[in-house]
């Protein structure tokens, strides 16, 4: 054999074969290193596309006229203005940004860390943890149904879901993010930059991410958390099998005008969205929280809050603006102990006309924490995203890893 056949039959292709190789291994890594995500085209369940590619929240009580204002309760009432109309690609997109900590300031603390879909998108703490081990004042409420919301923190200081978030996001206790900085990682991000581009397709070609896209796609994934589908709501539509029998007693002493539970925590929603002053302890003899009298500059709001919605209760202990009451049955023995019991000696707060002494037995109790149970629905769990844009894992909840499971 020549010198010349044996380089056309062994190192030509050995070349050729190695050459393969490498490329074969470059493509296989590349999803590793280079994690590239696509959005969802449909909208989440609960909502319907119509053909201005919006989703429009879809629901039973959608057949009812009356709505829950001030004093309408019915088990029939209809829902107050839903947040929708947004894309399934913006909701999409929301999702990923919820769960990623790359919107904070040193990247440790998204969202879901305060706010984890396992424990009712609240954290399991009386008072949350944010930036650098920061204790907070106030417990995290949970998200469900947020898109029905008109007010929004404890004390009611925000109008929109779009400027709720931007307390957290900017705050040095909680996310310890600067408009500038966020700006400046998102952008510097190719799979963001693909994903902006998809979710909003109506901006100029190359335009940067705006702080409003931003909240935009948060919003629209927030809204997109529904639950209307418990045990209750069953009942509510007519089948009345849905509940048993001590959860219709719970239900009745819920509603009744001796507990008069449903004069502010009015159905379907289960809040009629007003600041009540209640008068709840502070734990540890922490001082009195103002609440509602700061933001609304109104001394009769002092020691007001925001009424929360009822709505998955059960997976959100513990309970009241800072967390003082660990169990659903504490809470609920609050109400009968007498008007202002845990009041500080020295201050004089308006409490609401509906609280006052309505003697409820222990088997009453009991029964209202049934029914306080009925509320839970979480059928329209979001899925947490694997992997992020940004390429880390979603982070969930930075107290308890275990959540993460
Ligand atoms: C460090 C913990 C923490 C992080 C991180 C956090 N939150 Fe919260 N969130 C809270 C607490 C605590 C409150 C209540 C604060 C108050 O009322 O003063 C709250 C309130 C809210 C509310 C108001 C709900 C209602 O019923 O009024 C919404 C909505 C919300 N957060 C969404 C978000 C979003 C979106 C993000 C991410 C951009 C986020 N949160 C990040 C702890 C956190
Ligand atoms: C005057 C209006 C009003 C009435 C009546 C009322 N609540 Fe409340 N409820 C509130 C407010 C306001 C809060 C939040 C108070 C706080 O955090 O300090 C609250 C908090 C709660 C919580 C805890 C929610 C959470 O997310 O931590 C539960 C449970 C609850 N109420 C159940 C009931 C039951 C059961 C009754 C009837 C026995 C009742 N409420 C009557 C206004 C009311």
């Known amino acids: 054999m020549s010198k010349k056949s044996t380089i056309l039959k062994w190192v030509i292709p050995v070349i050729l074969m190695s050459t393969l190789l490498i490329i074969l291994v470059a493509a296989i890594k590349v999803p590793h290193t280079q994690y590239v ?65 790359i919107l904070s300031g040193d990247g440790t603390i998204s969202c879901a860390s305060c706010h984890d879909p396992k424990k009712g998108f609240s954290d399991g703490l009386a008072t949350s943890i944010g930036f650098k081990g920061h204790q907070l004042k106030r417990s995290a409420p949970s998200l469900w149904n947020v898109a029905y919301f008109k007010l929004f923190f404890w004390d009611g200081r925000a109008n929109s879901l779009e400027e709720q978030m931007q307390g957290p996001l900017f705050s040095k206790e909680e996310m310890g993010n600067t408009p500038e900085k966020l700006l400046k990682t998102i952008n510097s991000l ?56 001590q959860e219709i007693e719970g239900m009745n002493i819920f509603r009744s005008f001796v507990a008069r539970c449903a004069e502010c925590h009015t159905p379907p929603l289960f809040t009629n969205q007003q600041i009540a002053v209640l008068g709840t302890p502070e734990p540890n003899g922490l001082a009195l929280d103002p ?89 329209f769990m979001p899925k947490v995203p694997k992997v992020l844009p940004s390429n880390q894992a979603a982070f969930i909840n930075n107290q308890n890893q275990e959540s993460i499971k």
């Open 291 to 379: 609440g509602a009298e700061i933001p609304f500059n109104d001394s009769t709001l002092r020691g007001g809050f925001k009424v929360p919605s009822l709505r998955n209760i059960e997976k959100t202990a513990p309970y009241m603006h800072s967390g003082n009451f660990a169990t659903l049955k504490e809470t609920v023995q609050f109400y009968t102990d007498g008007r202002g019991h845990a009041v500080p000696k020295d201050e004089n707060l308006r409490i609401h006309w509906h609280i006052w002494e309505p003697k409820l037995t222990d088997y009453e109790l009991d029964r209202l924490v049934d029914f306080l149970k009925t509320l839970t629905d979480e059928s």
């Open 190 to 245: 190719n799979n963001y930059k693909h994903l902006f581009a998809e979710a909003f397709p109506n901006k100029v070609k190359e335009a940067p991410i705006s702080l409003n896209d931003i909240y935009t796609a948060i919003t629209a994934f927030e809204a997109s958390l529904i639950s209307l589908n418990s045990k209750y709501d069953r009942y509510a539509h007519g089948y009345h099998q849905a509940l048993n029998k």
């Open 37 to 101: 995500p696509q959005l969802n085209c449909d909208c989440p369940p609960g909502f319907k596309l119509n053909d201005k590619n919006e989703c429009i929240a879809q629901n039973l009580y959608m057949a009812y006229s009356t709505n829950n204002d001030p004093g309408v309760g019915g088990l029939k009432t209809a829902l107050p203005k839903v947040r929708d109309g947004f894309s399934p690609q913006q909701i999409d997109l929301g999702r990923y940004l919820f769960f990623d900590p």
